[in-house]
């Protein structure tokens, strides 16, 4: 796959698509460095898109390196500014370093009502409402996202701690909190 992105590329240098493709490839091959620079070129050659940006900050955040991803993330929604997993990635994201918490909290409502078909976006908001003492409505986010995905034993767990006030690491990582394909 590598190979053909590449070509691709060749032939067309300014071909965007391709480039995310090269980035996708080369993080499944466990090149991380490699992939956020194809993510970078990517996002020089289709600065309107958020897709690029929010690859690269998924990347760098396994990478535990917050602050490049908070920057990228932030550069995702300069690009589109209503993503809602852009905007719940950031919130999640600022809610683990326990930092800017009414930004998050903002964010998260925002992602939700984007897209309140999503479970995971009703975690994000419940865990900035957990974060930020509002235990109570913490509570309810998570009963919604139980509500719409009532198997998930990790949104149960949420919903304990949010009936007991507690907040511990968040349960869920951004990668699965990414949209579902319909």
Sequence with gaps: ALDAFDKALALRADFAGAAIGRGDALAALGKT???IEAYQRAARLSPQSALPHAMRAQLLE????FDEAESAYREALKA???HALVMNNLAYLLVQRKSKLDEALSLAQ???AANPAVAGYYVTLGMAQLARGDGASAHKSFEK???LNPGNAKYREHLSLASTGTASKPAVSAAALKEPTP
């Design 145 to 147: 996202a139980l509500a």
């Design 33 to 35: 460095d490699k992939a």
């Design 80 to 82: 589109e500014p209503e």
């Design 62 to 65: 396994r990478q535990k390196r």
């Design 110 to 112: 925002r992602a939700v």
